[in-house]
C-alpha cells in the first residue's frame, strides 16, 4: 500500500477530511492526499507570521529585544496566557514569537502582527516568495469574532467566554470559509513555505536557526507528532478552530533525513460541543488519526538516513 493510500485510509476510518501533505526534504520525494485544496488554516497560519518576522529581522526592520507594551485593548479570546497578565507588561518581540508559537498566544500574535505592519505585510510577504496559495486577512481577534452572532460579538471579553459556555458558535461564518477573505492555505504551500524556511532560502544563519528553535519548542504534541518514537524532534505549530485541527511542521528524523507534514483537518464538531465525554473521544479519534498520518510519514521514510 502506498503512503498516500494509507493516509487516505486513515482519514477515511476516523470520519474525518483531510488535506495532507508530506515532503522528504533529501530525496525530494512529495506524496499528497487533497494536498491543492484549500482550509482554515487556524493557528497554524502563525508559521508565516514567524517567517514575516524573521524576514523583517535580517532586514534589520525589527529587533528581537524591542519590548511591547501590554495592554487590556491588546487581550484577545482563546489560547494563551498574556490576557492573564497585567496591562504595562513589556515582554520582547523574542518572547511574544516564542509565545506564538509554543502554546498559540493568541494575544501575543496580535501584538506581533501589529508590530510586522498588519495582516496584508504578511500577506504580501507570502506573495513576495512565491507562495500564492496563503491568504493571511485577520488577526486573531478580529477572526474569531466571526464565531459569534452579531448581537454579542461585542461583548466585553469575560462576558463573551460566559456567553459561549452556553451556546455554540456560529459554524458557517467566514472563520470557517475556505475562500480567500478568510486566513486559508493548501497542504502543499504550507509545506513549501516550510521548505523554504528550512533550506535558508527565506532567512539564513541566525534568523533560521532562531525559527526552527522556536517550531521545536512547541508544547502541544498530541496530533502529528502523537505517535511517534520517544526523542523524535519535531518543529511544527498546531492549529484548532471549531472542528478544525491541523498540525504542520518538520520531523528530524536524523542528522540527513527530514519530512514536511503538513495535517489539515475537519470534522462535525457541532453534535459535540455541550457533551463533554462524547467531544473528549472525538477529539482523541480525530487527533489518534493525526498521529497515525504522523507515524505512517515517519516510518516511510525512516531507512533513507
Avoid at 476516523?14 to 492526499?33: M, N, P, R
Avoid at 466571526?146 to 460579538?153: A, D, K, M, S
Avoid at 502529528?224 to 471549531?242: E, M, Q
Wanted: aromatic share 8%; with cysteine.
Amino acid at each position: 500500500m502506498s503512503l498516500a493510500e494509507t493516509i487516505a485510509g486513515i482519514a477515511e476510518a476516523a470520519d474525518i477530511h483531510v488535506g495532507v501533505a508530506v515532503w522528504h526534504i533529501e530525496s525530494g520525494q512529495q506524496v499528497a492526499v487533497n494536498g491543492d485544496e484549500p482550509f482554515p488554516m487556524a493557528s497554524t497560519f502563525k508559521i508565516p507570521i514567524l517567517a514575516t518576522a524573521c524576514r523583517q529581522l535580517v532586514r534589520g526592520e525589527l529587533s528581537l529585544d524591542a519590548r511591547l507594551s501590554l495592554s487590556d485593548e491588546d487581550k484577545s479570546l482563546g489560547s494563551g496566557i498574556l490576557p492573564y497578565f497585567e496591562s504595562g507588561l513589556q515582554p520582547t518581540m523574542r518572547d511574544l514569537l516564542t509565545l506564538m508559537i509554543i502554546i498559540s498566544d493568541n494575544t501575543a500574535t496580535d501584538m506581533m502582527v501589529e508590530a510586522l505592519g498588519g495582516a496584508a505585510v504578511i500577506e504580501g510577504t507570502m506573495r513576495e516568495i512565491g507562495l500564492d496559495e496563503i491568504y493571511f486577512k485577520h488577526n486573531c481577534k478580529e477572526l474569531l469574532r466571526y464565531l459569534f452572532p452579531e448581537e454579542v460579538v461585542n461583548l466585553p471579553l469575560d462576558e463573551l467566554i460566559a456567553w459561549s459556555t452556553k451556546h455554540d458558535i456560529l459554524r458557517d461564518g467566514l472563520a470557517f470559509s475556505k475562500g480567500p477573505e478568510n486566513n486559508v492555505c493548501t497542504a502543499n504551500a504550507m509545506n513549501k513555505l516550510l521548505h523554504k524556511i528550512y533550506n535558508g532560502e527565506l532567512f539564513d544563519g541566525d534568523a533560521r536557526e532562531i525559527a526552527i528553535d522556536i517550531l521545536l519548542k512547541q508544547q502541544f504534541n498530541l496530533r502529528l507528532s502523537r505517535f511517534l518514537p520517544l526523542g523524535v524532534k519535531v518543529a511544527h505549530k498546531t492549529g484548532t478552530i471549531g472542528g478544525i485541527r491541523n498540525d504542520s511542521g518538520i520531523i528530524m528524523i536524523g542528522d540527513r533525513n527530514h519530512v514536511i507534514l503538513t495535517i489539515f483537518t475537519e470534522w462535525d464538531e457541532a453534535p459535540y460541543w455541550d457533551k463533554p465525554a462524547a467531544h473528549h473521544q472525538r477529539v482523541f479519534e480525530v487527533e489518534s488519526a493525526m498521529g497515525e498520518i504522523g507515524r505512517a510519514a515517519y516510518d516511510a521514510f525512516l531507512k533513507r538516513d
